[in-house]
């Protein structure tokens, strides 16, 4: 494989996808040389077939907003690689989101969903609906819209979307109830992140959130390092933060900034209970403002507009929200200060520049497909319980959870070791999903 050759190609079939053609180059990048010790590879044109997607649904979504006034978006589901198992993914609703950013989600899903040792392939989904200031009621006809297209596409053992950002349990909870009056199938099984009444997973929501931070402490230990009483900054304030800053705060570290669209809270005495929990309701508001924080708990905090969580003094950075939110100047910004760990915790939330700049310094990086895949494995955990008409408890669940981030950190470990004894842990999380779904590829056929 000569990468720059295939990049090429895939940027004259694909023009202005970046966020896709960041995505596959980062990955060739890591695998070309353990790729290139595989002939076989070569010779049933793997690489190639990879950055294609199996299938792509594109689908135009009407409905009614508050004011009777008629709405259209455009509603995506792509099926990007199902070697090993049926599609697994989130579906996101933003209003940056296109095809470009679905492929790249989709590409990362299937490398992520490969690490968590189920049997799932990738598939990722979404809109460009923007639910900041939509209503409750608005929300509702929205997903009920969206499903009404999406619903033929998805099955237990075909398809199985969730959340990711703008969907949550309210939204899946519209949609499942959608899904089930167009199919007249009660399966539970084909979303996931449902409420705990009705086939949802006990520790789901957190799941995301929680297993970044079991990763973390594996990736500490293995240095040397432990985290009670570090400094953590991090960025959002939805779901996946909301689980980050939970664990961390129970593990002993000291969360001292989270960050929204408007700019940076810092709180130098740490998180509270309190401020976590109301990080939920900032959430259900719909406003997308951090600002709401530090107006509600104004003596432990101050907000400064237009900052990031990346200019906040820190130990640990924890990208939490969304792709290529930090930057180069931002990791300057943060290494400048004496940060000395970032996991990413968001898809792709560091630019490759970012990325550069930590590994250059020393700085231990560890990749979101690793770091955040506790989350998708966790709606493995929950289409298992499905399957099985069963409910494990919440000590069941986070003992799993333990295991798999456990099983991801330590095959980072076996395929980004280097020859100087240091740990690439882009390396490693590329070549171990690569490795296991090629096989896969290969076994099948050319198909
Ligand atoms: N959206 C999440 C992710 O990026 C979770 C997907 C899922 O649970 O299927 O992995």
Same mark, same amino acid.
Do not use: H
């Given at each position: 494989m000569n990468v720059q050759n295939i990049m090429t190609n895939l940027e004259a079939k694909h023009p202005g996808e970046n966020e896709f053609l960041q995505a596959v180059r980062e990955v060739l990048e890591s695998i070309e040389e353990v790729y290139n010790q595989h002939p076989e590879f070569e010779k049933a044109k793997i690489v190639e077939r990879m950055v294609e997607p199996d299938r792509v649904f594109t689908f135009r979504v009407a409905w009614v907003d508050d004011n009777g006034d008629v709405q259209t978006n455009l509603g995506y589901r792509v099926q990007f690689n199902g070697a090993i198992g049926p599609y697994k993914g989130g579906l996101r609703f933003h209003k940056a989101v296109n095809l470009s950013m679905l492929k790249f989600l989709g590409f990362e899903q299937t490398f992520k969903n490969a690490l968590t040792t189920l049997p799932m392939g990738g598939g990722k989904g979404g809109s460009?609906?923007?639910?900041? %200031?939509?209503s409750d009621a608005e929300i509702m006809r929205f997903c009920q819209a969206f499903m009404w297209e999406l619903w033929q596409n998805?099955?237990?053992?075909t398809d199985v979307p969730a959340g990711d950002v703008g969907v949550g349990g309210r939204e899946i909870g519209y949609m499942y109830g959608m899904y089930k009056k167009l199919?007249?199938?009660?399966?539970? %099984?084909? =979303?996931?992140?449902?409420g705990s009444t009705w086939g949802g997973s006990i520790l789901r929501p957190e799941a995301t959130g929680f297993g970044a931070l079991y990763f973390t402490e594996h990736l500490l230990h293995k240095a040397g390092?432990?985290?009670?009483g570090l400094t953590i900054a991090l960025s959002g304030f939805g779901n996946v933060a909301w689980g980050a800053a939970t664990k961390a705060t129970e593990l002993?570290?000291?969360?001292?900034a989270i960050s929204g669209p408007d700019g940076v809270c810092e709180i130098p005495g740490g998180i509270t209970k309190e401020m976590i929990d109301y990080m939920l309701e900032m959430r259900a508001?719909?406003?997308?403002?951090?600002?709401d924080m530090a107006t509600k708990f104004p003596a432990a905090t101050k907000f400064t507009a237009?900052?990031?969580?990346?200019?906040v003094k820190c130990d640990i950075a924890l990208p +939490?929200?969304?792709?290529?939110? =930090?930057n180069e100047a931002d990791a300057k910004e943060l290494i400048a200060n004496g940060t000395w760990c970032c996991c990413e915790v968001?898809?792709? %939330? +560091?630019t490759p520049e970012a990325i550069h700049a930590f590994q250059t310094n020393g700085i231990l990086f560890a990749p979101g497909k690793a770091v955040n895949a506790g989350g998708v494995a966790t709606s493995g955990l929950e289409m298992t319980q499905n399957a099985a008409h069963i409910s494990w408890s919440a000590k069941e669940v986070d003992d799993k959870l333990h295991f798999i981030m456990e099983s991801i950190h330590e095959a980072c470990v076996k395929y980004g070791t280097q020859p100087d004894g240091k740990i690439d842990y882009v390396k490693g999380a590329n070549i171990a999903g690569f490795m296991k779904v090629a096989q896969a590829m290969l076994e099948q056929g050319v198909c």
């Open positions: 460009d609906f923007d639910p900041v %200031g939509k998805i099955g237990p053992d199919a007249r199938e009660y399966n539970t %099984g084909v =979303l996931t992140g449902k390092k432990d985290i009670k002993g570290a000291k969360v001292v508001s719909n406003r997308n403002k951090v600002e237009g900052k990031k969580a990346w200019s +939490c929200a969304f792709q290529n939110e =930090l968001s898809n792709m %939330g +560091c």
